[in-house]
Each structure stands twice: as structure tokens, then as C-alpha cells.
């Protein structure tokens, strides 16, 4: 064989076959992945000019707006936003087929999905400090044009723990995209789950109690009522259940099993 | 070093069993090409799959530089695969595409640069969104992406498709020089004539078996013109399985 003949000396640029790539660099290629296409791009200016719809509306809503209320209301859009993000951080891989390369790269697909989670929980908090953070100023604008007096007594507090509960749904919606591979399907759910879980508390009242540990919106409601009762958490705890910790195994199952083609 | 022994993939079970590849043998040696033939549907897809990691063998063994592929401790460095040149998403850049890629395998920008360089890619295409890329541009990214890491062994699954007759003169030279330099590389198609001029070594498949391989002229041995040996081969193949 030519093979032995050739010197590995003679091999040109060659470049040391590198260690196991580290998490933390799969997760900020994963990071990178959730804004750098065309529809990321479409979708995050969507959502930006939502904000500044309602952002410019909520000033109209109300006469005394306060700064908390005023920066619960803004966030509404981008918390939506991230929900398709959750979805189409898995299921634009499987529907463009860039899972390929992806795993060509990557073998270990758990250690993709887990980078993928860690960069949507990144992506939450880093939206919700960017939405807050030009909240503020914005605030202080509208209060400024309609003559009146800021009132600055935010929850923030309530508004940490909203950030947490968000990044929590979009787990969940990442959750539902891995178990369906289809994102508008999983859009549709994620999007109706909690309009379809008020519709049956009205036409169900006297099964509400038992809805609530059901309805993926009792971690929403725990966050929003702040009395954090032990009923609540219980609630909540078989929500997660039933909507993240499900989900995200028979998902994972299946991405792990799946042949990539 | 590319072993492949006896691989077997089964989909299915019981009666609607069907064997994809069927103990499919076949090494490739540093510093060689081998061109993978055969026509449509006889499996040579299913084996670089296998070989890549993406699909699990049912029996058999597929080893590249003595591990599988899952094993390597970062893939992109030793293998450079171009498995499907349409699987890669549309909404982004050619150069976002390297980028991504660069920063997994951990190398830096100037390779991507040097890439694009050598697969004839200009700056200004590279930063058109692959979407608007002809099959041939989509080829030449994913051989970009192959080149990247300077890996040990390229594995390219029909990377002629849609090259024009320069774009294939220039492929079939830039695999020689990898050759040349030390590098193991496999290629299928179903075009004979793609494979045959370049190929220091052919594995003819058809319905999932290995039906010949070894050096062009050693094929050729009995006198008939390895075109006629394919046909024969693959034809047979397929009456067998009907």
C-alpha cells in the first residue's frame, strides 16, 4: 500500500486533533444557532416591534401606570416570542435536516440537547434583561409625555421569578418540539395550552380544583399570586410533571434513537 | 483508516424484514481513494450513515482509525463528512454555516477563510443565505465544511451531484492532492464514469451486498470493460432480490 510511504511530515496544516469539544462551547454554538437564521431574525424583529406596540399602548390603557405593571405588560410579547424559539430550537434541525451536520460534528446527542436547553434558559434571561432594561427609559419617557409622575415601586422580586417561570415554559415548549419533531404543530399547543385550559375551567367550574394541577398555567398563576402555598406547589409540581418532565424524556428517547437522515 | 466488517442493517422485523446492507466488508487505506458504486437504493447511504454515527448497525462493525465514529473525541478534526449537501438549514449564510461549524470542531476563522478558498466559494457568495444556492454551490460548502477541521479521512456521499463538468475536474483533483498528502478517502456515486477515473480502488454494490471490489484494472482483468461489469454485476443483483 502507498499508504506507509508517506511520510506524516509531508502533511500540510495539519491541525492537532482537539480534545472533546468543552459543554460551555456547544452551548454558545447552540446560543448562536437560536439568532443567526432567517426566520430568528424575522421573528426577533416581530417581537421587538410588539413591545414598542405595547409598550406605546399601555400608556393609554391607564392613567397612574406604574413602572412594575408597565414592565409585566412589555415583557407579554417577548415571553411569546420565546416560546417559538423553545420549539424551533429542535424541530428547525429535524425539518431542515441540519441535524446532519449537527451531529457529524457532535455525536453525543444528549450533549446537544442538554446545550440546547442550557442556551434557551440563557436566552430567556438575557430577553428579559434587555426587554426591563429599555423598559426603564421607555417608562420614563411615556410618563414624562403624559405629564405625570413615575411610580417606582417595582416587584423585583416577582419580576426574577417571573424570568425563572418563563425559562420553566420554555423548557416545556422545547420539551413538546423534541416528542412531536413538528414545530408548527407544537407551536399551535404551546401557544392554545393555556386559552384551552381557561375554557375549561368556565365550562367545568366545579372540576376547577382539580384542572389546576393539570393546567401547565399553574406555575404562571403561583408567580403572578405570590402567596406560594403548599397547595400551589403542589400544583405546580404535577404541571412540571406532566408538561416538562414527560415531554422531555419521551422526547429525548426519541431523539437518541432516531436515525438521522 | 476506514474497516467496514460485515456490516448488517435490518429495518423492521419478522416477515416485512428488510436488509438495507447485507455483511458489507470493504477497508480503505490511508493515502487511497475508493469510490463506493453502485445504483440507487443499493445501500451505500445506509453504510456512511452507519460509519458516521448517525444510524446504528444491526450486526457488524464500521471503524474509523481503529474507533467508532461515536468515539472520536472530537469527529470533526479526524473525519470530514459530507453525507448530504441538501441537509443544511437554508435560513442561514454560507459563512454562518462555517462559523457554527468552525466554532464546534474549535478552530479558528482563518480556516473558514482558507475553506471557502479552496472549494472556489467568493466572499460575496458565502454570505448569500444557502437557500438561493444551486445544488453545486450547496456541494462545494459542504466540502468547505468537511475541509475544516483538516481531518485524517474524508467520507463524501455523491458529492458530484449537481457539479457542473468543471466543477467535477476540479473535485476529482483536489480529492487526488488529499490522497497524495496522506489522507483516506472515500466517495460514492451511482456514475461509473465519476468514480473510475479517480478511484484507486472500486466497491461495487447493489442490493445491499458487496458484488466486487479491488483496483480498476484488477476488475477489468477478464477482458470486459468495467462498464459492462457494473451493469452486469448490479443487474444480476436486483433479478436476484426480485
Not at chain 1, 446527542?109 to 426603564?136: D, E, P, Q, S, Y
Not at chain 2, 473558514?112 to 472549494?119: G, M, S
Request: charged share 20%; with cysteine; aromatic share 6%.
Amino acid at each position: 500500500m502507498t499508504a506507509t510511504a508517506i511520510p506524516t511530515a509531508h502533511r500540510r496544516n495539519r491541525i492537532a486533533p482537539g480534545a472533546r469539544p468543552g459543554l460551555t462551547r456547544t452551548i454558545r454554538v447552540e446560543f448562536r444557532k437560536l439568532v443567526d437564521s432567517r426566520a430568528a431574525i424575522i421573528t426577533a424583529l416581530i417581537g421587538l416591534s410588539l413591545t414598542a406596540t405595547f409598550a406605546a399602548g399601555s400608556f393609554f390603557v391607564k392613567d397612574h401606570l406604574k413602572l412594575d405593571y408597565f414592565l409585566t405588560v412589555t415583557g407579554v410579547p417577548a415571553s411569546l416570542i420565546i416560546l417559538t424559539m423553545g420549539v424551533m430550537a429542535i424541530t428547525s434541525e429535524y425539518s431542515t435536516r441540519a441535524a446532519m451536520p449537527t451531529h457529524l460534528l457532535e455525536p453525543n446527542r444528549a450533549r446537544v440537547l442538554l446545550a440546547k436547553a442550557a442556551a434557551l434558559v440563557a436566552m430567556t434571561f438575557l430577553v428579559n434583561i434587555v426587554v426591563k432594561g429599555l423598559g426603564v427609559p421607555a417608562y420614563l419617557a411615556g410618563v414624562a409625555i403624559r405629564g405625570a409622575e413615575p411610580v417606582w415601586d417595582v416587584d423585583w422580586f416577582g419580576q426574577l421569578a417571573a424570568s425563572a417561570a418563563q425559562s420553566v415554559y420554555v423548557l416545556e415548549a422545547f420539551a413538546l418540539g423534541m416528542v412531536l419533531l413538528n414545530g408548527p404543530a407544537a407551536i399551535v399547543i404551546v401557544l392554545s395550552e393555556t386559552s384551552l385550559f381557561s375554557v375549561l375551567r368556565t365550562a367545568m367550574p366545579e372540576r376547577a380544583e382539580q384542572l389546576a394541577y393539570l393546567d401547565p398555567g399553574s406555575l404562571a398563576n403561583l408567580v403572578e399570586n405570590a402567596t406560594y402555598t403548599a397547595a400551589e406547589w403542589t400544583q405546580v409540581g404535577v404541571g412540571l410533571l406532566i408538561w416538562l418532565v414527560l415531554p422531555a424524556i419521551v422526547g429525548t428517547v426519541r431523539i437518541l434513537r432516531k436515525e438521522v437522515a | 483508516m476506514i474497516e467496514i466488517n460485515e456490516l448488517t442493517k435490518c429495518y423492521g422485523s419478522g416477515p416485512r424484514q428488510v436488509v438495507a446492507i447485507d455483511r458489507v466488508t470493504f477497508d480503505v487505506e490511508p493515502g487511497t481513494i475508493v469510490g463506493f458504486l453502485g445504483p440507487n437504493g443499493a445501500g451505500k447511504s445506509t453504510t456512511l450513515r452507519i460509519l458516521c454515527g448517525l444510524a446504528d448497525a444491526t450486526s457488524g462493525h464500521a471503524l474509523i482509525g481503529g474507533s467508532p465514529y461515536r468515539d472520536l473525541p472530537n469527529p470533526g478534526s479526524t473525519v470530514g463528512a459530507l453525507l448530504d449537501a441538501s441537509a443544511v438549514h437554508p435560513g442561514r449564510t454560507g459563512i454562518e454555516t462555517l462559523k457554527l461549524a468552525a466554532a464546534t470542531i474549535g478552530v479558528g476563522r482563518d480556516r473558514v477563510d482558507t475553506v471557502l478558498a479552496a472549494v472556489g466559494l467568493t466572499k460575496a457568495e458565502a454570505r448569500r443565505r444557502v437557500s438561493t444556492y444551486s445544488l453545486g454551490m450547496r456541494q462545494r460548502l459542504g466540502i468547505a465544511q468537511a475541509l475544516l477541521g483538516d481531518p485524517d479521512v474524508l467520507i463524501l456521499d455523491e458529492p458530484a451531484n449537481g457539479l457542473d463538468p468543471q466543477g467535477i475536474v476540479w473535485l476529482r483533483r483536489l480529492l487526488r492532492r488529499e490522497a497524495d498528502a496522506g489522507r483516506t478517502v472515500l466517495l460514492s456515486s451511482h456514475q461509473l464514469h465519476e468514480v473510475e477515473e479517480i478511484a484507486d480502488r472500486i466497491v461495487i454494490v447493489g442490493n445491499g451486498r458487496v458484488l466486487a471490489q479491488g483496483a480498476p484494472d484488477e476488475l477489468t482483468r477478464g477482458g470486459q470493460s468495467l462498464e459492462d461489469l457494473f451493469l452486469e454485476l448490479t443487474i444480476n443483483a436486483q433479478r436476484t432480490a426480485a
